[in-house]
């Protein structure tokens, strides 16, 4: 079946540092993925997401490229803010109307000011 | 525009009681889906509706987990004789049901603990 997986963390850096998030993946066909970020005390809000190969998905200055030879879609940022402190869960959709979307276990990244 | 919203926001019961959790997705919004988030477990898929329809019930944990959806609109996830392991915050969310690439829009979850 389909899986994600993720670095679970803590993952703890200084403002302003460069992040890298790494997720890989296991699918059938070709998944539409995500990254949701849930930040404290509030629900799951989609970050970004890619729906094929090579598409890069991108907001709040994160970014992540959908790579099909390798199977992963990394979340970057060059900059990151303490606001950024926050759970992020790497997701895949594959469709055929049954299922919902398999996340991996969350990655909690803590910025420190 | 609304959200989703869930109700209620928690809820506490005692082993062996029966709870209903309540999920008003986005109006026009076709598709519905239920999540459990729970520490062990991480975020799992239990059950998804396109309209008033779940084409696949294998991802509730037990036969004690039932859901419904009516009118397209509100459903409710029922857990019967509940026992400590469901304690969990249960998530709801709805998408336009368009294609798998749709963006899925989240509640803020139900919150359940069972003493």
């Known amino acids: 079946g389909d899986s994600v997986t993720q670095m679970e963390g803590p993952v703890t850096l200084s403002e302003e540092a460069f992040l890298t998030i790494n997720c890989t993946y296991t699918a059938t066909g070709y998944p539409s993925l995500f990254w949701y970020v849930q930040y404290p005390g509030e629900g799951l809000q989609l970050l970004l997401k890619a729906t094929k190969a090579d598409d890069k998905g991108s907001n709040k200055g994160f970014e992540a490229t959908y790579r099909k030879e390798t199977t992963s879609f990394h979340l970057e940022k060059g900059s990151v803010q303490v606001s950024d402190s926050a759970v992020y869960f790497c997701a895949l959709y594959s469709g055929g109307g049954a299922d919902g979307l398999t996340f991996g276990k969350g990655t909690h990244l803590i910025i420190q000011p | 525009g609304a959200g989703v919203s869930q109700s209620p926001s928690n809820k506490v019961t005692e082993k062996g009681k029966d709870v209903e959790l309540r999920c008003d997705p986005i109006?026009?919004?076709?598709?519905l889906y239920w999540y459990r988030q729970s520490l062990g477990q991480g975020l799992e898929f239990l059950i998804y509706?396109?309209?008033?329809?779940?084409?696949?019930k294998s991802g509730l944990p037990s036969d004690r987990f039932s859901a419904e959806r009516t009118g397209g609109s509100v459903s409710t996830l029922t857990i019967q004789r509940t026992q400590q392991e469901d304690s969990a915050v249960y998530l709801c969310?709805?998408?336009?049901?368009?294609?798998?690439?749709?963006?899925?829009?989240f509640g803020p979850g139900t919150r359940l603990l069972v003493l």
């Open positions: 969310a709805s998408s336009t049901g368009a294609s798998s690439a749709e963006t899925q829009y």
């Open positions: 109006s026009g919004h076709t598709a």
């Open positions: 509706f396109q309209g008033n329809s779940a084409p696949d």
